[in-house]
C-alpha cells in the first residue's frame, strides 16, 4: 500500500472502531479482548424465567419426586416377576430368581458363603404345564392332577357294609375302592404347602379339605404338642403351614415328622399381601426349603 493510500484510509471516517493484533512476528502478542457474549446468546443458554429453578427446595422436590417414580416402577416390576415366575418353564431362572432374593438378604456375605445357600436347577420343579390361574380354587384340581399318587385312598368300607355284599362279588382284603394297597401307606410322604401367613394358610387349608385325606393346618396359633399329635396320627398327605411353624414342627425332638417324609415342597408364590409381599419376602422360607432340598424334597410355584 502507496503512502497516500495508507494515509486515505486513515482519514476515512466511516464511523466504525477497528482492532488492530499483531503478529508475533511484528512485537509483542497482545491476545484479542475476550467477547461478551451478546443479549440474545445469555437467553438461549440461561433463559429467564419466572420460576426460580436455582431453588434448593424446588430442586429436592423435584428430586424426591423422581426417587419416588424410579421406586414405584421397580415395586411394579418386582411385582409382575413374583407373579409371573409360577410359569416360568425353565427350573435354572427360577432357580436365578429365588438366588437373587437370597443375595439380597444377605448382602454382607461373600459368593462362597452365598453359594451354601444358593438353590440349583435341580431342587425345583416347573408348574408350567397347568395353565389355570393359580387360585384357591384350582389349587386342589392341581394337586389331584399332579400328586394324586401321593394321597391315600378312601377309607375302606365297614364291616356292616360287608355283609350287605351280594352273592358273587369278591373283596380283596386290605385294598379300597381304587385297588389301592392300605399297607403301602405305611410309607409316608407329605406335600408341604407353605404360605406366608396363619391367615394364608387357613385359606389354603379350606380349599384342600376336599382331597382324600383332607389337609392338615400347622401355624403358630396351635399349640406346638398338638400338631405333633395331628402329625403323627394323621391320614392327611397335605401340610398347609408356614415356613416358620414346619421348621419348628421339624427340629422339636418330639415330632413325628421326618425330613425325608416330606417328598414335595408347594410354594404359595401367587398369594400377593396389601403391601404387594409374598412367600419370597419370608426369610424362614429360604432356610426351610434348603433344608428339606438337601434331603431330596423338591419345590414347585403354585
Avoid at 252 to 258: D, G, I, T, V
Amino acid at each position: 500500500m502507496t503512502d497516500i493510500a495508507r494515509a486515505e484510509a486513515d482519514d476515512l471516517d466511516d464511523g466504525l472502531e477497528y482492532e488492530v493484533q499483531y503478529s508475533e512476528d511484528e512485537g509483542e502478542l497482545v491476545p484479542p479482548p475476550p467477547q461478551q457474549p451478546s443479549t440474545e446468546e445469555v437467553t438461549q443458554d440461561h433463559p429467564v424465567s419466572n420460576d426460580d429453578t436455582s431453588n434448593p427446595r424446588k430442586r429436592k422436590k423435584e428430586s424426591s419426586s423422581n426417587l419416588k417414580e424410579k421406586k414405584k416402577m421397580k415395586m411394579e416390576l418386582d411385582t409382575q416377576q413374583k407373579k409371573n415366575i409360577s410359569l416360568e418353564e425353565s427350573p435354572e431362572v427360577i432357580a436365578e430368581f429365588i438366588n437373587s432374593k437370597i443375595s439380597r438378604k444377605h448382602s454382607n456375605l461373600s459368593a462362597l458363603e452365598l453359594s451354601e445357600l444358593y438353590f440349583t436347577k435341580n431342587d425345583i420343579r416347573s408348574t408350567s404345564d397347568f395353565t389355570k390361574l393359580r387360585t384357591l380354587d384350582n389349587l386342589s384340581e392341581y394337586i389331584n392332577q399332579r400328586f394324586k399318587n401321593m394321597l391315600p385312598g378312601k377309607q375302606p368300607k365297614s364291616k356292616n357294609n360287608k355283609k350287605n355284599k351280594k352273592k358273587g362279588e369278591e373283596e380283596v382284603a386290605g385294598k379300597d375302592d381304587e385297588g389301592r394297597d392300605h399297607q403301602a401307606e405305611a410309607d409316608r410322604k407329605f406335600i408341604a404347602i407353605v404360605s406366608m401367613s396363619a391367615l394364608r394358610a387357613c385359606d389354603v387349608h379350606r380349599a384342600t379339605k376336599e382331597l382324600n385325606g383332607s389337609s392338615l393346618k400347622l401355624i403358630n396359633k396351635n399349640k406346638l404338642d398338638v400338631d405333633l399329635k395331628l402329625v403323627k396320627s394323621t391320614r392327611s398327605r397335605v401340610l398347609c403351614c408356614t415356613p416358620g411353624r414346619l421348621q419348628k414342627v421339624l427340629k422339636s425332638p418330639e415330632s413325628q415328622l421326618q425330613k425325608e417324609e416330606v417328598k414335595i415342597i408347594l410354594v404359595d408364590n401367587s398369594y400377593l399381601d396389601q403391601k404387594k409381599q409374598n412367600i419370597w419376602d419370608i426369610k424362614e422360607t429360604f432356610e426351610v426349603l434348603k433344608d428339606l432340598a438337601k434331603q431330596g424334597s423338591k419345590i414347585y410355584l403354585y
